[in-house]
């Protein structure tokens, strides 16, 4: 079965940093392009980062680039999101995504961890 655990999560004071591990495990995870994704409270879901299964392309949104650098280590099954320069509006809950293709594409999401940014 698919599982992803996110961890990391915490209260950092503005401008402070933090890194966000999620250990994956039931799939070809080093096959698989890996997201974050991220809801503040009362929010709607907001798409974070992506990784290409090797690693070496990455994408952010406006909101963190700059900020926020996402890695993984498929020897481990890990992907991390290092985040610096951290402002109060990205408190939120930070998830873990993978979409898995088998004829139709399928998404598997972890349980979250919490990130809150206040001084």
């Known amino acids: 079965q698919v599982q992803l655990v996110e961890s990391g999560g915490g209260l950092v004071q503005p401008g402070g940093s933090l890194r966000l591990s999620c250990a994956a495990s039931g799939f070809a995870f080093s096959s698989s392009a890996m997201n974050w994704v991220r809801q503040a409270p009362g929010k709607g879901l907001e798409w974070v980062s992506r990784?290409?299964?090797?690693?070496?392309?990455?994408t952010y949104a406006d909101s963190v680039k700059g900020r926020f650098t996402i890695s993984r280590d498929n020897a481990k099954n890990t992907v991390y999101l290092q985040m610096n320069s951290l402002k109060p509006e990205d408190t939120a809950v930070y998830y873990c995504k993978v979409v898995v293709v088998v004829f139709r594409a399928y998404e598997y999401w972890g349980q979250g961890t919490q990130v809150t940014v206040s001084s």
């Open positions: 990784i290409d299964s090797g690693g070496d392309s990455t």
